[in-house]
């Protein structure tokens, strides 16, 4: 079985510091499977791609006191409160395909011992019914992945969808509509409070094996959590651009590209969106574009010793570069 991550008792923190203890676990402890939970206070949690302003209703959030941050794993905007359970997976296992499939089967394989249809779906979702009740994004540390998501018990559907959408009444009232027909809470499915599932799901899937951390470990925690606060870290660096092309690709995600050109040469080049990143997106793709003619073929030589499925999950060449000269679909 995996170990459950024990903190010590505390007051419910921000979001970050369980990014931040997910981060520490990863880098400094030796076992295989590690899992946890947490909850917090209403927050909009965005991806790591993501632009805080194109995603998040600020003026919302700021009206309602919900707090905004920005996680290390791609993926899309997600709303969390204190009737959604964040849950978090930390593994060995490297490879992001097989790791996504095991921890989605594994949580769905849970709540259908409950007697719940419940079933993974897409890259990454558990529906029931076909209603989404959680999404899950995942990132790489040295040696180890982490998968994180949430799982909406008893969510306010109204914060949820007017904290990540344009604050027009007419499209909020057709979003809130929507969510509702996709999005679904557990608590409609189950006879138990959140605290009795959480000690189900805690015991189903770690029994009485822990990995307890002590106030030292919280030091080192939130020595690691002041990264996640800074506003380099949150708001982002998006540089000036005179290109952007915006496409959405089946099963791979939205993608808000940024190039800076002179005289027809790359400067820099930028790349937003929900996608899933495997692998290093700058020196791993886009430092192969700098300083290069913006032209497919020069494009296509750069990156000729470039596998870029290795480095976003479900986009092949063509397709990246379908990304960077096509106009919008």
Not at 224 to 243: C, Q
Request: aromatic share 10%; glycine share 6%; proline share 2%.
């Amino acid at each position: 079985m995996m170990k459950y991550v024990d903190l010590p008792e505390m007051p419910v923190r921000r979001l970050t510091f369980y990014l931040a203890t997910e981060e520490y676990v990863a880098r400094n402890f030796d076992e295989s499977d590690c899992f946890f939970m947490w909850q917090v206070e209403p927050t909009v949690i965005f991806g790591r791609n993501q632009l805080i302003e194109n995603e998040v209703n600020l003026a919302y959030c700021r009206e309602h006191g919900i707090q905004t941050y920005r996680r290390k794993s791609g993926g899309g905007c997600v709303f969390a409160d204190m009737s959604n359970i964040m849950f978090a997976y930390i593994t060995q296992d490297t490879a992001v395909r097989y790791t996504f499939d095991k921890y989605l089967r594994m949580v769905a394989h849970v709540l259908q011992d409950l007697g719940i249809k419940a079933e993974a779906s897409g890259r990454n979702d558990i529906t029931i019914n076909g209603k989404k009740v959680s999404g899950n994004a995942f990132y790489h540390v040295p040696g180890k992945s982490i998968v994180h998501g949430t799982m909406l018990f008893n969510t306010d559907m109204e914060h949820l969808i007017r904290s990540i959408t344009p604050s027009d009444e007419k499209l909020v009232s057709k979003g809130i509509q929507s969510v509702r027909q996709r999005v679904t809470n557990l608590s409609e499915y189950i006879n138990m409070d959140i605290e009795e599932f959480k000690k189900y799901i805690r015991s189903s899937l770690c029994g009485d094996e822990k990995l307890s951390l002590d106030d030292d470990d919280v030091k080192k925690i939130e020595a690691i959590e002041a990264e996640y606060l800074t506003d380099e870290f949150i708001y982002g660096n998006n540089p000036h651009y005179t290109v952007s092309r915006k496409m959405k690709i089946e099963n791979a995600g939205e993608f808000d590209i940024r190039i800076e050109l002179k005289n027809n040469i790359i400067k820099s080049i930028n790349m937003l969106g929900d996608y899933f990143l495997i692998g290093d997106l700058d020196h791993g793709i886009l430092s192969h574009l700098r300083n290069i003619e913006y032209t497919p073929e020069a494009v296509s030589d750069a990156l000729s010793n470039v596998v870029i499925e290795n480095r976003i999950m479900n986009l092949n060449k063509q397709q990246f570069i379908d990304l960077l000269f096509k106009t919008s679909n």
